[in-house]
């Protein structure tokens, strides 16, 4: 009888590790999924200001007397924004940062080019113009929100798999901590503004 008890036990025991193993590493898929569906999403909204871009700088051309400089500068940090591609499984610090410095390239020249935009009075009345200049503000919002999501997705993964033991179960099945999108360096110094 004693030897059916420690059998019972046993599988008792047995059965409970592997629900408790079953759930945990479930539960790291489906947050590590999360995190991917977040990064999907930033790409997303990328990939839209790209578009965006292209069509603004072809309604721009339209203006003879445009500043071709600024133009070539948009189109370049475009083409250089599109070669930089990250791996939603391998998001390490490096190739993140390697990322946001070539969006960061993008947003700068984008800036350039619609603050020229304000000394030609014409381009500024075009209303693909206007349409575009309006779609890329709302396109910069919704990149900042699916940033800040694909973040509380990386917090909520990292978070799981950090607590114990559930960081064993993960460190046997090799998942990693998923980086995070950072403030660029010029966010830490505050404009001068001078009236």
């Keep these: 009888m004693k030897k059916w008890i420690?059998?019972?036990i046993l599988v008792l025991l047995a059965f409970s590790l592997y629900l408790f193993i079953k759930n945990a590493y479930n539960k790291i898929v489906t947050l590590d999924e999360g995190v991917k569906k977040a990064w999907s999403d930033v790409?997303?909204?990328?990939?839209?200001?790209?578009?965006l871009i292209d069509n603004l700088v072809n309604t721009v051309k339209?203006?003879?007397?445009?500043?071709q400089t600024t133009l070539t500068?948009?189109?370049?940090?475009?083409a250089k924004a599109t070669?930089?591609?990250?791996?939603?499984?391998?998001?390490?610090?490096e190739k993140l940062q390697e990322f946001q410095a070539a969006q960061s390239q993008m947003s700068s020249a984008l800036g350039r080019l619609l603050a020229v935009a304000e000394n030609y009075p014409d381009l500024k009345a075009n209303q693909n113009f206007l349409e575009l200049q309006a779609q890329?503000?709302?396109?910069?919002?919704?990149i900042a929100k699916a940033r800040t999501d694909f973040n509380t997705a990386s917090q909520n993964y990292n978070t799981n798999i950090r607590h114990f033991p559930v960081n064993l179960l993960a460190s046997v099945f090799g998942f990693q901590s998923k980086s995070y999108f950072k403030a660029d360096d010029a966010a830490a110094t505050a404009p001068k503004v001078q009236f």
Excluded: M
């Design 73 to 78: 500068n948009v189109v370049e940090a475009r």
């Design 62 to 67: 339209g203006y003879a007397n445009f500043e």
């Design 6 to 8: 420690t059998v019972g």
């Design 43 to 51: 790409e997303t909204q990328y990939q839209r200001r790209l578009d």
């Design 83 to 93: 070669q930089v591609t990250v791996d939603p499984t391998n998001l390490t610090p």
């Design 136 to 142: 890329l503000e709302g396109t910069e919002n919704r």
